[in-house]
């Protein structure tokens, strides 16, 4: 009778460790990569998780609205328009619903695209190093950020947090030529459940995978459903039950 409590409180956290190793559905966007595409190499790492590339950016603010998502990445790297601020709207909705998001933008005039996530840019561009604060798991310190070949015109981009966001990585600059030594280069808003990416997907190199594995696994997405909470306080109150009734 002694060991019963012990095996309950063991039940008990495999019943958390169940809830929160639940897969997930991301569904993911990016318009065009000039060199290795690192975000979708980190993707390719999940085991579990169910993929999603939409089509265009109509596509995922349709996708994403459906609520079938845990997490939506969207890349704006080459392009912009009036269906890319429509997407990341979409996509603002869906995390002040409780969803996640990771973003990242070349076009700096679509600052009120990025709000929603709890971050602004700065107007600088072109930072070549990034030193990571968080999400630095395996990465060190500074991360060069280099343009690709073909090159783009906007390759990074200095940010700033908004009110309640944090930073989560800044440009390392030393002479200061891009302006971004010492700005944000990752905004973390909306209690955790999005990221802000101030590089493009192609630019960090091999390190650029890691973050995005880092991201992908510390966003809020890894936080248990309420199915599972639910199923979790369901079974902890049977298994209390069980043992006042044998006590």
Known sequence: MKLFPKVLVVLALAMIVAAQAKAEAILYFVDVNNGTDQMAAALATLSGDTITVAASPTDFATKIASGTYNLGIFSAQFNYGPDYSAALTALGTFVAGGGN?????????????????????????????????????????????TNP????????DGLSALAGGSVAATFSDPGNLSNTNGEAAIIVGNGGRSIVNGFLNDTAGAPGEQIYINEIQGIGASTPEPSSILLFGTGLWALTMLALRRK
């Open 101 to 145: 998001a990771i973003v990242n933008s070349w076009f700096t005039p679509s600052g009120a695209d990025i709000a929603p996530f709890d971050a602004a840019f700065t107007g600088n561009v072109n930072g070549p190093a990034v030193n990571m604060s968080a999400f630095n798991s395996g990465v060190s310190n500074p991360v060069a950020i």
């Open 149 to 156: 070949v073909p090159p783009y015109a906007t390759f990074s």
